[in-house]
């Protein structure tokens, strides 16, 4: 059959190398990749929001399966496009990708379906939101609505921090009309751990639990980033808390969509916290993490194809995913400034000898190909080097050690990666 990915990080690398190694893949594009993502699939040059250009893409193409790799796309109606044009699209329709877009939308699911979460109230007025954070007190959590490139959320460790983030949103408007409702909750203590699972409407079929590591700097410090490593199985998810994740949350999520008419048919990634009085839902992504979804894919031992269409035909029920019964590692190599300003276009070299074991890939999140073949950096988070092993610590020392075979000044990486786990 012939598959298009869409979209160009390390998800998309992770996403093209599981698929292009299955038995069912007689042609993969992928739009618009990147220079990693070429040895595995024919690059597309249309960008991932561009609906109009990839619809027309896949029909001209004969495509038989779309794989969208991140949100933006999915909330602008992709797939329904697709469906609409009879080619069966992995990922959900506009209506139930609102469940990452809209954090209220979420929070009245959760109220619906009687999942746990975070208490929580939402504000469009700015009165109305400063008196609710004055009788809470702090510490107290402010969200944008709708999708504010992981910009919308304040953990507030004050009431004056939590004043001003209501001000930012709603009488400055930072945020845009996503920042025009506010949600505002109970901040959740305990341990955050992420959780995947497939959907095909009704059905379930759970993946796997990951932990990532979202601040730039080592022991979590300095600013927010899309994620600098990423390790799966975290180790504080045995098997009854599984099973409690998937009982308590996510199959009342599955349902409660389909009680709404929205089913849900692609990927949950669900943010979870793991309170003491046990895991409640921070936030859904209705896509892969990246890099948690290069950690999953090392582990998958199954092909992924079958679980992708069976998720499109309403058919999860007869799939029965293998796993590697071991651990993964993702170590991602961000260049020099980054989230920050920082320049594109430095050299990469090292990486066919940092790739050179079966238990190790480098998966590419931001590389072009430049003049006489060489890899330049292309963004800020640019590699995702990622290795699997018995345990943790053996996955982590070969993640590190091609980290090191690689030869990039213009690059950095945090060093302390599942170093805590
Ligand atoms: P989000 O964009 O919803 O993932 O939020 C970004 C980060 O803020 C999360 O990964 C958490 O570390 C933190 N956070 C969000 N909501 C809460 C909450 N209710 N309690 C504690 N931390 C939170
Ligand atoms: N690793 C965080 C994310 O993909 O949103």
Known sequence: MRILVVGSGGREHALCWS????????A?????????????????????????????????????????????????GLADRLAEAGIKAFGPSQKAAELEGSKAFMKALCDAKDIP???????????AAKAYVRAKGAPIVIKADGLATGKGVTVASTVEQ?????????????????GSVLVIEEFLEGPEISYFALADGKTILPLASAQDYKRALDNDEG?????????????????????RILKDIIKPTVEG??????????????????TA???????????????????????????????????????????????????????VMATNGY?????????????????????VTVFHAATRQGEDHRIEAHGGRVLGVTAHGDDLATARDLAYQAVDQIDWPEGYCRKDIAGSA
């Open 28 to 76: 993969l594009f992928c739009a618009p990749g990147n220079a990693g993502i070429a040895q595995e699939a024919t690059l597309v040059d249309i960008a991932a929001e561009d609906v109009d250009g990839l619809v027309a893409f896949a029909k001209r193409e004969s495509i038989d399966l779309v794989v969208v790799g991140p949100e933006a796309p999915l909330v602008l």
């Open 257 to 274: 969509l389909a009680e709404q008419d929205v089913p849900f048919l692609g990927v949950l990634y669900a943010g979870l916290v793991l």
């Open 162 to 178: 939590a004043e001003a983030a209501i001000d930012q949103a709603l009488t400055d408007q930072v945020f845009g009309d996503a």
């Open 19 to 26: 698929i292009a190694a299955s038995p069912l893949c007689d």
């Open 117 to 127: 979460t975070a208490a929580y109230r939402t504000f469009t007025e700015v009165d």
């Open 223 to 243: 600013p927010n980033t899309g994620g600098m490593g990423a390790f799966s199985p975290s180790p504080l998810v045995d098997t009854d808390l599984e099973r």
């Open 277 to 331: 009085d046990g895991p409640k839902l921070l936030e859904y992504n209705v896509r892969f993490g990246d890099p948690e979804c290069q950690v999953l894919m090392m582990r998958l031992k199954s092909d992924l194809v079958p679980a992708l269409l069976a998720a499109c035909d309403g058919q999860l029920k007869k799939i029965d995913l293998r796993w590697y019964d071991d651990s993964a590692v993702c170590v």
């Open 339 to 359: 989230p920050g300003p920082y320049e594109k276009g430095s050299i990469i070299k090292g990486l066919s000898a940092a790739d050179g074991s079966d238990v």
